[in-house]
């Protein structure tokens, strides 16, 4: 059996008690050996088999091998398992390689909500979670979603906003959103959520464009009612002006 | 001291260990019955302050002035704190009562990521979440956004897709649906996840159009890309078509 386990945004406060469950009855455990690093010391005696950042397929590979093998397996990923995880690419190599297993996945605190409750309360109403990586999505399809997110006036979580290959990507994203939305719109910045050094920041779209941010961090457009109050972002949802 | 606290879908397994301790250390614990239900087993001991379903303010209010009076107050919410859930009111209440309180929001498992587990992988690539509920936001609005999710190709998750009085805002949003996108849009509904008698099931945009579902559902509509494989919904996150 293979389960596919989203650990949440770092500390095991944020886990569930089915990732805890899963992974204390696994006979082997597969990831990324950043997020195997925030399992370990709860189960220094457990057998790991740790990969690099971009083996996802690998990764994928060896935890489906070794469960059709027999071994109960679990594959761990950071945020929830589904959103930008690992539960999409287990399924399309099962298909491909024909293999029947059986899968379950188990759903955790993806950075949107973990970042959100940070921040306050950005994401209350309808949102869009869009990747600016462009690993395998063209730039062109972010552009279009960042357009049509803009003019839905969804709230708008950014995964991957910048990394070293293309730290453009947020002030490039923030230069499209200008021309459907206010420049005061309120925006924010989460980072390291749930690990030592967590912090959150709220500024205007106008600010956003020249922030500096890494891959441990994700972003947060309000929509046109988004509000700064006292440092935190909130959205309304709506019971004020019925 | 306000805690505002997303318990997940409902059984224990999808709880955060955050979301435990919180109500594990809670003087008052305030919340809509049906959620409270879901706390009482663990906590028979506790305090609960109950409210009706409409109530939302009401509830909110009592919380904040329980914890301005020094009491160690939880508000519960069903799935996430912040995503249709009580944060973002509580804020509200606080700028407009002018009321200093610390607040801490812990995030839960939302219906997008426990609906898209049960079904699969459905949210595994850039998603919308929509709430088809108009009582507190005109369907015109809702009409805008579903059309911005379609153009963009994003999948979507539909919150609240019908009531009694509203039964008939899944259909009137799946025709929308199918000016902009393919009749057989892979799509799956998610009923009483993490509760008795949970159940999932995939089907097409044109079926879902006349499917019947109540308020404990969730629906899913998959991007152009989503399929269906050995009965699961899944949307490649594009690693085979690099």
Chains 1, 2 share one sequence.
């Not at 220094?44 to 070794?66: F, H, N, Q, V, W």
């Not at 990923?77 to 024909?98: H, K, P, R």
């Not at 552009?143 to 803009?150: C, D, S, V």
């Not at 910045?189 to 030592?196: E, N, Q, S, T, V």
Request: with cysteine.
């Amino acid at each position: 059996m293979l389960q596919i386990v989203g650990i949440g945004p770092g500390e095991k406060k944020h886990w569930t008690y089915a990732a805890y469950e899963a992974i204390a009855g696994a006979e082997l455990i597969v990831g990324y050996r950043t997020y195997l690093a925030l399992v370990k010391p709860y189960f220094p005696e457990k057998t790991y088999l740790e990969s690099g950042m971009r083996d996802e397929e690998a990764r994928c590979r060896a935890a489906i091998t070794e469960a059709a093998a027999g071994k109960k397996v679990v594959l761990v990923c950071s945020g929830d398992s589904g959103i930008y995880g690992l539960a999409s690419l287990v399924y399309e190599l099962l298909a491909e390689m024909g293999e029947e297993l059986e899968v379950a996945v188990i759903p955790g605190v993806t950075a949107a909500l973990s970042g959100s409750a940070l921040l306050g309360a950005p994401v209350a109403h309808d949102s869009c979670l869009i990747s600016l990586s462009d690993q395998m999505t063209p730039w062109e399809t972010i552009e279009k979603r960042l357009i049509a997110a803009a003019t839905g006036d969804f709230v708008i979580a950014l995964y991957n906003p910048s990394s070293h290959e293309r730290p453009e990507h947020l002030k490039r994203a923030c230069e499209l959103l200008l021309r459907y939305r206010s420049p005061e719109t309120v925006c924010g910045i989460a980072a390291k959520i749930g690990r030592d050094g967590e912090w959150a920041k709220v500024l205007t779209l106008q600010e956003l464009r020249d922030a500096e941010v890494d891959m441990q961090t994700t972003v947060f457009i309000g929509n046109s009612e988004t509000k700064e109050w006292d440092g935190k972002m909130v959205t309304p949802r709506g019971y004020f002006s019925k």
